[in-house]
């Protein structure tokens, strides 16, 4: 594609729901990372896969978030039982290389938790 | 935890004048870059400065590195009301897989 896809645009759960992130990075990108952005603030770190293998999770505030890219090219990102503190955009982004590349955004998703 | 710092975090100037932004990092990084964000979309990447580099043009853009400072400085000169957004510096962290660590975030107004 020409550019990061990310769906739902817009989500609203209610507090106890799963809900799941669909992210398309851009084609032949080897680099996908997950970020979360607060209102008002920056985008912070959750997590980071290169092809299919998931390198870097550090970034995860809870065992309610995992992330999966089992082919290497589209993400999920799944968050159980979500919480009020869970409402943010969810950024998606990926790169061609593992270092030095500049990173390519999605439009995010932005989760309400109701 | 966020490592960059921007200042100022609002900056309102006139059409035509140039904008400064500056921004601090605490630890060693493999390179710098600088985003633009327009109120609810996706992050922009607007140019990249590694390490071994001082200075780098984009068009408007001008963007310095100090490594012995830990800072970088985003000039955009002849701002336009389109130039209205949030700019964000975000660091490379040496040894961090890529993954991009991102101030707070300046959020700019261009005065038509």
């Known amino acids: 594609g020409a550019g990061v896809s990310q769906s739902p645009r817009y989500k609203v759960a209610k507090r106890g729901q799963d809900v799941a992130l669909r992210c398309d990075p851009i084609?032949?990108?080897?680099?996908l990372f997950w970020y979360q952005q607060a209102l008002g603030q920056g985008p912070e770190f959750l997590t980071y896969f290169q092809n299919e293998a998931q390198l870097d999770k550090s970034g995860l505030p809870s065992d309610r978030f995992f992330a999966e890219r089992p082919e290497g090219s589209v993400s999920t990102l799944k968050i159980q039982r979500t919480q009020q503190e869970d409402s943010a955009v969810y950024l998606c982004?990926?790169?061609?290389?593992?270092?030095?590349?500049?990173?390519?955004f999605g439009q995010g998703t932005r989760l309400t938790v109701v | 935890s966020q490592q960059g710092e921007e200042d100022p975090q609002a900056l309102s100037i006139q059409e035509g004048e140039n904008a400064t932004m500056n921004c601090s990092y605490k630890t060693s990084i493999n390179n710098l870059q600088w985003y633009r964000q327009n109120s609810g979309r996706g992050l922009v990447h607007l140019i990249l400065?590694?390490?071994?580099?001082r200075e780098k043009h984009s068009g408007r853009l001008r963007v310095t590195l100090d490594t012995s400072k830990k800072s970088s400085s985003l000039l955009i000169t002849a701002s336009r009301a389109a130039d209205t957004a949030s700019y964000f510096c975000?660091?490379?962290?040496?040894?961090?897989?890529?993954?991009?660590?991102f101030g707070k975030g300046i959020t700019l107004s261009v005065r038509p």
């Open positions: 400065i590694r390490s071994n580099e």
């Open positions: 975000a660091t490379d962290m040496a040894g961090a897989n890529s993954k991009l660590t």
């Open positions: 982004a990926s790169s061609l290389f593992r270092t030095n590349t500049e990173a390519f």
């Open positions: 084609s032949g990108h080897v680099s």
